[in-house]
């Protein structure tokens, strides 16, 4: 029943390490995002993807790289983890390009030692 | 300056009574603007958007919008403790394809 999940909720890992964060909308949305939290609560988008097409690409180290396999999934690899990658990364959906209401996985909390 | 500036509060507001939030955004073209509701360890929920200058009500909230001065407002009429969460402001520019933007939050606590 769940309408954004992501995998996995936790993520405890080395500095220095490779990572993956899953995610998938049962919803038939068209339009998918990666936001990441800081310990601030600032909450700023990463990534979007329309249909499988990247439309937004903030200015994000290229250790993060974001897959979509198809509109249902996007992905989000991160390579040579650092401290300051440490937040929570929250995966949303949205019905179409451009529409306002989004709807947000549960997060994935990563913290980098 | 940041594009959507908020107060982090803490707002402490007794139970029963108005809760006001408050936001001010920097692109005058922006066109749709969002407040959310996050609780301690959950993700952000949306609960109300405007986009024309006025009042907006949905039940007990109310998010008031002035695009000359660039401020939009949520009020929270008769508090609960459940409304005790980080309040996020959210602004989208002119284009449809643009991406939304947050604020940093105000925290608000709702004292029975």
Not at chain 1, 70 to 82: C, F, P, R, V, W
Not at chain 2, 40 to 50: A, D, N, Q, T, V
Not at chain 2, 84 to 105: D, E, W
Request: hydrophobic residues 30%; glycine residues 6%; contains cysteine.
């Amino acid at each position: 029943d769940t309408a954004v999940s992501q995998t996995p909720k936790y993520l405890v890992t080395q500095m220095g390490n490779d990572k993956s964060i899953k995610c998938e909308q049962n919803l038939g949305h068209d339009t998918m995002y990666w936001y990441k939290q800081d310990s601030k609560k600032f909450l700023k988008i990463m990534f979007s993807y329309n249909n499988k097409e990247l439309i937004i690409n903030e200015t994000v180290p290229n250790r993060f790289s974001p897959k979509s396999p198809d509109k249902a999934h996007l992905n989000l690899h991160i390579n040579s983890l650092e401290l300051g990658d440490s937040a929570v990364y929250f995966c949303a959906s949205s019905q179409r390009q451009g529409e306002d209401t989004q709807y947000f996985g549960p997060g994935t909390r990563l913290t980098v030692l | 300056q940041k594009e959507v500036e908020q107060n982090s509060g803490p707002l402490s507001v007794p139970e029963g009574a108005i809760a006001s939030l408050n936001c001010t955004y920097s692109d005058r073209g922006s066109q749709s603007f969002f407040w959310y509701r996050q609780y301690s360890g959950k993700s952000p929920e949306l609960i109300m958007f405007i986009y024309s200058n006025g009042d907006k009500e949905d039940g007990r909230f109310t998010a008031q919008l002035n695009k000359a001065s660039q401020y939009v407002s949520l009020l929270i009429r008769d508090s609960q403790p459940s409304d005790s969460a980080t309040y996020l402001c959210a602004v989208r520019g002119y284009s449809s394809a643009s991406k939304i933007i947050f604020g940093s939050g105000t925290r608000l606590s709702i004292r029975p």
